[in-house]
Every structure is written in structure tokens, then in C-alpha cells.
């Protein structure tokens, strides 16, 4: 059995989800999602999988924490007891993020993932799979048919990841170079194409970016991340930023012809798919 240590945003429960699917299918053993870090003291995230059309379900522990301090240290070291007494799980560590690293699984041993594991050699051959994996059990009529106009259109997403970014110490969002270099070569290509702006600051980008004559700011007072995924997924091509999120909606499109990405910081060439286009980029 795999057990995978389920981390972070939407993005990042992608990534720990599709490295535990791959490892099982290719061995044939049972997956089971280790959700213990948003019952317990991880606030800034909540536990997504649960929406989407898994194949693999089952929780380690099922019976959640209550939110009492009691509670929640009974919980955690439930989870140390269950992981190394009762299943005897060997840790299986990630020794450098954003690097590909061998795991051999052997059939009647239990095993625990622990890491981001943001390395798409890891799934890579069941992408269609993961396709229909990732695809969320429920989907509003609103929704499904803006994704159906998106998916028929000359469409161009463009993710914008700014809010949070910009409390980092140094900086983590991308300078406007990056984008308006990246618009530009997608205009040279295909003038008519019609750019899908994605953000957590929307407001920003209409102030930087409605110049552009054919644009449209993706926004919704009850538009979930999950529903934002899934349009930015229908997309044709994409200009992703320096985020896992935008990675995810280039990554499951069903039509991709282009997609252009930042090369800055951690985020170095090998993090991106061969045919994706890589481009050299600054953080302010």
C-alpha cells in the first residue's frame, strides 16, 4: 500500500495525489490519501481532492479530529501509531524538490510519500488518465458553459499570480515584462486570439492589461478555485505564471497548442513539459 501525504493548495494536492496514482497503478497496489494536515493545525488550505473524480478515495483515518487541542494531539499521534505500528510504513522522503528521483515499491510493503513531488516525469504516462482523474464530480451550468465557450474560442489564459506573492520577502511576482514579451509573441502568431485573464487580483491586471482588444477578466463573486482550474483548463493556449495552479490548468488541457513559461527562481527549465516555451524571467 502507498500512502500519500496530500500538501498545500489545489496545485500542490495535484502533484502529492498523481505521484501516489502513478506508483500504484505501475505496481498494482492501493492508494490511500493522508489528509491529517488539513483536520489539524493547517489553516491557510482546505482539503480539495474530495470534489474531484478520484479513483483512489479512501482517507488514512477516516474519523476526524474534533477542533479541541486535545482532540488534535490524539489525532496526530493516532496517525504516527496507525503509519508505524499497525502498517509499519517505510518514509519515502523527497531529497530535492523539483527533482526526479527513483522509488522502487515492493508489493507487500506499506509505504509513506512524503513530499511536494513537482516533477512531471513522475505521471507523466497517465496524463490522459489524470485527465479524467482530476475532473470535478460536480460542475455548475454557469460554469460548464463558459468552459464550452472557452474551449470552442481562439483562447489565450493568462495567470496572473499576484495577491500573496507580494508579502514574500524579495519578492515572487512576475515583472510585467514577462507578460507583455509573451503577448506579444502570441499576437505575432495569432492575432485574433482573445486573452482569458486569470488572478487573484483582478484589478491589477484590468489597470495593466486592458489595452488589449480582444480580453477578458475571468471573475466571479462564487466562482471557486476548482471552477477557475477547470476554465483555465479549457483554454488553447496559456501564459502560466510561477505557480503550481497555472501548471495544473496548462498541464489537464484537453487542447493545448502553446504554452509559454517562466524560467525564474526555483522554477527552472526541467520543472516544464519538452514542448512547452520556456522563457528567462525576473521577480519583483
Known sequence: ??????????????????????????YNVNLVLDDYRYVTTYNLRSFKLDDYNLTYTQHFIEKKPKKDKLSQIFYKLKNRFVRFVIYR??????????SFQNIEIKEKKNYYLKGYWQVYEYFFQYRDELRNELSLKKLRSSISEKGQTIY????CAVHVRHGDYVTFKGGKCLSDTYYINAIESILRSNPSIKFYFFSDDLEYCKKKYSYLSAVEFVESEDMSDEEELYLMSCCRNF????SSFSWWGAFLSR?????ICPVVDMWKENFYLPDWIKVQASIE
Do not use: H, P
Open 152 to 155: 470552442n474560442d481562439n483562447s
Open 239 to 242: 501564459i502560466i505564471a510561477n
Open 255 to 259: 487542447n493545448a497548442k502553446c504554452v
Open 89 to 98: 510504513a517505510q518514509d519515502v522522503q523527497e531529497l530535492k524538490e523539483f
Open 1 to 26: 500500500m502507498i500512502i500519500s501525504q496530500i500538501r498545500g493548495g489545489l496545485g500542490n494536492q495535484f502533484f502529492t495525489y498523481s505521484i501516489g496514482y502513478a506508483l500504484a497503478k505501475k
